[in-house]
């Protein structure tokens, strides 16, 4: 039988990244939550995900800072940073499921948190990072 080869597509060679950006983007301010990969890179101020409290949040994808807008979440009303909740957002071509588990209490208004940030894009990549960060106003 003569073998047929699946044609090679050159999107599928292109990975989808998540990376790191320095410093908080313009549009997060007062109560946000910042996230990195480590903590070495959290005092460093390098930052996987950041959003402000009103429904704004940023990713860099292949170092483009990205603009998301927060379509569902699972924090209670008018609380913050202080319970586990799943924070969904999108853009035109990403969507963001930001897993948060509460840890402890840090200071008066910011709470310390881990847990995982998935980025999907359209054509259905995926990728999955663990963060830890805190939240707070």
Same mark, same amino acid.
């Given at each position: 039988? *003569?073998? #047929?080869? !699946?044609?090679?597509?050159?999107? #599928?060679?292109?990975?989808? %990244?998540?990376?790191?950006?320095?410093?908080?983007?313009?549009?997060? @301010?007062?109560?946000?939550? $910042?996230?990195? !990969? #480590?903590?070495?890179?959290?005092?460093?101020?390098?930052? +996987?995900?950041?959003?402000?409290?009103?429904? *704004?949040?940023?990713?860099?994808?292949?170092?483009? +800072?990205?603009?998301?807008?927060? *379509? %569902?979440?699972?924090?209670?009303? &008018?609380?913050?940073?202080? &319970?586990?909740?799943?924070?969904?957002?999108?853009? !035109?071509? $990403?969507?963001?499921?930001?897993?948060?588990?509460?840890? &402890?209490?840090?200071? @008066?208004?910011?709470?310390? &948190?881990?847990?995982?940030?998935? *980025?999907? %894009?359209? @054509?259905?990549?995926?990728?999955?990072?663990?963060?830890?960060? !805190?939240?707070?106003?």
């Amino acid at each position: 039988p *003569i073998q #047929t080869q !699946e044609p090679k597509t050159t999107s #599928t060679t292109l990975k989808l %990244s998540l990376d790191n950006f320095k410093g908080l983007p313009d549009g997060v @301010d007062g109560c946000a939550c $910042y996230f990195s !990969e #480590t903590e070495q890179k959290f005092k460093n101020n390098e930052y +996987l995900f950041a959003a402000g409290f009103d429904s *704004i949040g940023f990713v860099s994808v292949e170092n483009k +800072l990205v603009k998301l807008k927060l *379509i %569902s979440t699972g924090r209670e009303p &008018n609380t913050f940073g202080d &319970n586990d909740h799943l924070d969904i957002y999108s853009s !035109e071509l $990403y969507k963001v499921k930001v897993d948060i588990k509460y840890k &402890n209490s840090n200071g @008066d208004e910011t709470w310390w &948190n881990d847990g995982t940030v998935t *980025i999907e %894009s359209k @054509d259905g990549q995926k990728v999955t990072k663990k963060f830890v960060g !805190e939240c707070g106003c």
